[in-house]
């Protein structure tokens, strides 16, 4: 889908720093800045899609649509879309130098105030099963969401406040010539002034409170650093550290509660399998291409969407550990350096899809399925039998999870600038896991842009950024024909490992209404075919596992997470630049 993105940014700083005495320094800035974005159309329509492909079940005569298909209106997601974030931002430090220590301390603040209005699916998303149907009106399914009753559209969008306090205070040290040691620590303080609208519907279903928020939530980061400086006439030194780190407040992520409560916007999800016309001898609301004047289901039929978080969520942090070696050779002042890096999760993100439901059964390879009629046809309509249908299936909890890690070790060479000349050449061997990758702005999203056996696990996989092995080098060389202005050459070289994939079933393969079902690969006996499936088709498929190294070496068993990767990248880029005269006396450009 075509959209456009217009976004505006302004910023202005003012910083201030002053030499009291001859060993106490200050530091002051204080600043502010403003964010606006609007997503929008040409013209504003409902979101159409058309499944070219559609089967019927004989058993049932349910219908169910496959690829290709064709996308047509405006993409549901660009309904309403704008943000409006105001910041302020403070900064006051001190310094003080004291013979072998270098005191630093001070305190940071940042404020936002944040305007979401994300009116998704306001003008209706349909999905035919068919062009006969498309021609004749008859949608598969039917998505909408419209203000509830009592409520505004300027009621959808979330309006708070978020003020962030930072505490530091750190000390470097130098007992000796040869070691210095820095250590410090520093506080975070979170508060929120207001709470998304109280659902009571929600929290007696569910157990806990729609309105929790991020408000008083602290964190105490202690951190750690040395570097040793070995006495000798070419450079040698060991440098490391460790400490915990916090990410900023990914704002976006705890805005999804205060739009998504449930209570200011009624979410309507109609299904017709059956393929019936909508309004004929039925409820079932008229197809309308008038994305104002969309025709709402009975009333009863509304759900709400509700996105919540978890009333002991800690932002994400981990713990950062590094120990390094570098060394200068005896060969035309080359570097070697030698590096180790490893990432521990303290308190990662884990989205749960709380409308689920308990499973209704086992399928043959052992994970859950959730089909109102186990072992029956997967249709739209029979996903999540036990689901609580006062809610929307997108309804969603942000918690934590301690799980996942990565490392990375990494070997190099670098030629310092001299003799018109500069190189080097690394190597990086990493390893990366985690559960959810945060991907995306919506809850529904972060929680669905994954790949599982059962939703709702807590289990870490490789990572949508891991990158095995890595090979870069670079060479630059220069020289001065034209008097003073310099001519430069340059090369760089990334080669890497391919991103990892996940290899997933095309359809809902478990009856949780999401096709990120990781795929059983199967042994010969283990599938039955479609009836009158040639010969030929079977060892085509069965071919197809055998030429591929993860699919043939793991049958029998469910695919992993991310566990294949792509082909090997190969990438060079070269740059030339030429130094020319200024517009001003001494100034020279490029």
């Known amino acids: 889908y075509w959209y456009t993105k217009n976004s505006d940014t302004k910023n202005t700083v003012l910083q201030v720093f002053d030499d009291w005495t001859g060993n106490f320094s200050t530091e002051a800035k204080i600043g502010y800045s403003q964010f606006s974005q609007v997503r929008t159309v040409d013209t504003q329509q409902p979101q159409v899609w058309v499944d070219l492909g559609m089967s019927v079940d004989p058993k049932t005569g349910k219908q169910k649509g496959s690829a290709p298909f064709i996308d047509l209106g405006e993409d549901q997601f660009s309904h309403y879309n704008v943000l409006d974030i105001k910041t302020w931002k403070g900064l006051f430090a001190g310094t003080l130098y004291l013979d072998e220590h270098t005191i630093k301390g001070g305190v940071d603040f940042q404020q936002n105030k944040i305007y979401n209005l994300f009116g998704r699916t306001q003008f209706g998303a349909y999905e035919f099963y068919g062009i006969d149907n498309f021609e004749k009106g008859i949608y598969g399914s039917y998505n909408l969401y419209q203000p509830a009753s009592g409520y505004t559209l300027a009621d959808v969008a979330a309006a708070w406040t978020l003020r962030q306090y930072g505490f530091f205070l750190?000390?470097?040290?130098?007992?000796?010539?040869?070691?210095?040691?820095?250590?410090?620590?520093?506080?975070?303080?979170?508060?929120?002034?207001?709470?998304?609208?109280?659902?009571?519907?929600?929290?007696?279903?569910?157990?806990?409170?729609?309105?929790?928020?991020?408000?008083?939530?602290k964190l105490v980061e202690p951190r750690l650093s040395f570097n040793y400086n070995f006495d000798g006439d070419r450079m040698m030194q060991v440098r490391g550290g460790v400490g915990l780190f916090q990410s900023n407040p990914p704002t976006v992520w705890m805005t999804n509660p205060y739009q998504n409560n449930g209570m200011t916007v009624a979410t309507y999800s109609v299904f017709n399998d059956q393929g019936l016309q909508p309004g004929v001898g039925n409820t079932l609301p008229v197809f309308s291409p008038n994305p104002f004047a969309q025709n709402l289901p009975p009333p009863g039929s509304a759900q709400m969407n509700v996105d919540t978080i978890d009333p002991n969520f800690q932002l994400p942090s981990v713990w950062k550990m590094s120990l390094a070696f570098d060394r200068e050779l005896p060969w035309l002042g080359t570097i070697f350096s030698a590096e180790y890096q490893r990432i521990i999760t303290r308190n990662g993100i884990l989205y749960k899809n709380i409308n689920l439901g308990a499973p209704t059964g086992i399928l043959p390879d052992g994970r859950n399925q959730y089909w109102k009629t186990p072992g029956g046809a997967s249709i739209s309509g029979d996903a999540r039998a036990n689901q609580d249908k006062r809610f929307s299936g997108t309804s969603t909890l942000l918690t934590n999870t301690h799980k996942g890690?990565?490392?990375?070790?990494?070997?190099?060479?670098?030629?310092?600038?001299?003799?018109?000349?500069?190189?080097?050449?690394?190597?990086?061997?990493?390893?990366?896991?985690?559960?959810?990758?945060?991907?995306?702005?919506?809850?529904?999203?972060?929680?669905?842009?994954?790949?599982?056996?059962?939703?709702?696990?807590?289990?870490?996989?490789?990572?949508?950024?891991?990158?095995?092995?890595?090979?870069?080098?670079?060479?630059?060389?220069?020289?001065?024909?034209?008097?003073?202005?310099?001519?430069?050459?340059?090369?760089?070289?990334?080669?890497?490992?391919?991103?990892?994939?996940?290899?997933?079933?095309?359809?809902?393969?478990?009856?949780?209404?999401?096709?990120?079902?990781?795929?059983?690969?199967?042994?010969?006996?283990?599938?039955?075919?479609?009836?009158?499936?040639?010969?030929?088709?079977?060892d085509q498929f069965f071919n197809f596992i055998q030429s591929d190294s993860y699919l043939k070496d793991h049958q029998g068993a469910i695919a992993g997470r991310n566990r294949a990767a792509s082909a090997w990248v190969n990438q060079v880029d070269l740059s030339f630049r030429q130094e020319v005269p200024g517009i001003f006396k001494g100034n020279k450009g490029e």
Do not use: C
């Open 405 to 538: 890690r990565a490392e990375a070790l990494t070997l190099s060479l670098k030629k310092p600038f001299s003799e018109n000349w500069f190189g080097s050449v690394g190597v990086t061997f990493g390893n990366a896991t985690e559960v959810n990758p945060g991907t995306s702005s919506q809850a529904s999203s972060n929680y669905s842009n994954s790949a599982w056996v059962n939703p709702n696990d807590d289990v870490a996989s490789t990572s949508n950024y891991a990158i095995k092995q890595r090979l870069n080098a670079s060479l630059t060389w220069q020289h001065r024909f034209f008097g003073d202005y310099v001519t430069s050459v340059s090369a760089f070289y990334d080669g890497h490992s391919g991103q990892p994939y996940s290899w997933t079933f095309g359809n809902d393969a478990n009856g949780d209404s999401y096709r990120t079902d990781l795929i059983y690969i199967p042994n010969k006996g283990d599938v039955s075919f479609k009836a009158n499936t040639s010969q030929a088709v079977i």
């Open 170 to 217: 750190q000390d470097t040290w130098q007992p000796t010539g040869n070691l210095s040691v820095q250590y410090g620590v520093r506080v975070n303080l979170n508060k929120t002034g207001n709470k998304p609208i109280y659902n009571p519907t929600f929290a007696t279903a569910f157990g806990y409170r729609n309105d929790n928020t991020i408000d008083g939530m």
